[in-house]
């Protein structure tokens, strides 16, 4: 069962200003550890930046409730599973959203796919519930 679906498309040159202009402060306010080295050790880092940050935008439709009612950027963050696929890792608020949309009885799953061909960089989220186990 589907609880929610999300969208995002971002320019990358965007990204890439901000990093330019705000540096460490834009980073740290808006991604986690995990995210930072992932991304800065990309050879197109302002890609690489840009696809998280669609898919944090992505992720924040698909719980309903954009950046608002206690989600924060850092509560989410794009993490791979050990078969390579990536995900969404959520924390806070974001979590608390999460358990609140996941009917009883059942477990959350958390599907993204990024993209980016330059200029542009976008994510998908798709939540859904599914029987415990079966994540």
């Known amino acids: 069962m589907i609880l929610g679906l999300g969208n995002d498309l971002i320019d990358i040159r965007r990204i890439e ?11 740290d306010r808006i ?20 696809k998280r940050f669609a898919a944090k935008e992505a992720c924040a439709k698909a719980l309903g409730t954009g950046f608002s009612q206690g989600v924060f950027w850092r509560d989410m963050g ?9 995900t969404m890792a959520l924390t806070g608020g974001a979590l608390r959203r999460l358990r609140a949309i996941t009917p009883p009885g059942l477990e959350a799953r958390i599907d993204l796919t990024i993209t980016d061909d330059f200029p542009l960089a976008q994510a998908i989220v798709i939540i859904s519930a599914v029987g415990r186990g079966r994540g």
């Open 31 to 50: 991604f986690t550890d995990v995210e930072r080295a992932k991304s800065d050790g990309r050879r197109l880092r302002a890609a690489s930046y840009a």
């Open 17 to 27: 200003r901000t990093i330019e202009r705000y540096g460490e402060r834009f980073l």
């Open 78 to 86: 794009v993490v791979n599973l050990p078969s390579g696929r990536p």
